[in-house]
Structure formats: C-alpha cells, structure tokens
Nanobody
Framework: VQVAESGGGLVQTGGSLTLSCAVS????????KAWYRQSPGLQRTLIAT????????NYADSVKGRFTLYEDNAKNTMYLQMNSLKPEDTAVYFC???????????WGQGTQVTVSL
C-alpha cells in the first residue's frame, strides 16, 4: 500500500484548506487510515482516523468541529477539509494507512500547511 498527500500551502488565519491522500496498492489490507501532523520541535500527533469497515471517524479535540475527514472511494482518496485555521495548525501533515496484522504502516511524505496571522 502506498499513500501520497497533496494540497498543503499557505493560508491566512480563519481560512480553509483541503488536503488529499491518494491511496494505491492492496487497499483491502488497510485496517484504518489516519491524518497526523507534526509541528517543528514537537512529536507527530494523531488528528483524525477513519475505520475501513464501518467508516467510523474520530477526531482529536484540537481539530474537532473545524476539520472534516471524508473519502471518495471511487478515487481511492481520503481528504481532510480544514476550516477556521489557526496559526497553531501550522505543521507538516501526514497521511497513514494502518495495515492488518503485522504488515505495518504506510506513510506519505507529508505536506506543509502554514497558517499566517
């Protein structure tokens, strides 16, 4: 399984941005997918997940009500709609696919999101 993010950029405070995560390969081996972010000097943190079976979505408290995770299964693409962006949302955003059993995880290269004052 391979994942690849796109859609990052520079946006003003209060603005919106949508990230994309294109998924390819053995998609049936994916247990769930997730968005993470990492700000300079900080650990990578989980911000949203979607289960493959059932489609349950969970959000971190820091983004709940502002970010929306959704999928287009026809395009094998996961999205992260980000609204009401704040400077503290500035980070590199990563897409991750968790695989069943001991197959491990697949990570993208990350996409930079910068929110200016």
């Amino acid at each position: 399984v391979q994942v690849a993010e796109s859609g990052g950029g520079l946006v003003q405070t209060g603005g919106s941005l949508t990230l994309s995560c294109a998924v390819s390969g053995r998609i049936s081996s994916i247990l769930f997918k997730a968005w993470y972010r990492q700000s300079p000097g900080l650990q990578r943190t989980l911000i949203a997940t979607i289960e493959t079976h059932g489609g349950k979505i969970n959000y971190a408290d820091s983004v709940k009500g502002r970010f929306t995770l959704y999928e287009d299964n026809a395009k094998n693409t996961m999205y992260l709609q980000m609204n009401s962006l704040k400077p503290e949302d500035t980070a590199v955003y990563f897409c991750m696919a968790k695989l069943w059993g001991s197959q491990g995880d697949s990570w993208g290269q990350g996409t930079q999101v910068t929110v200016s004052l």
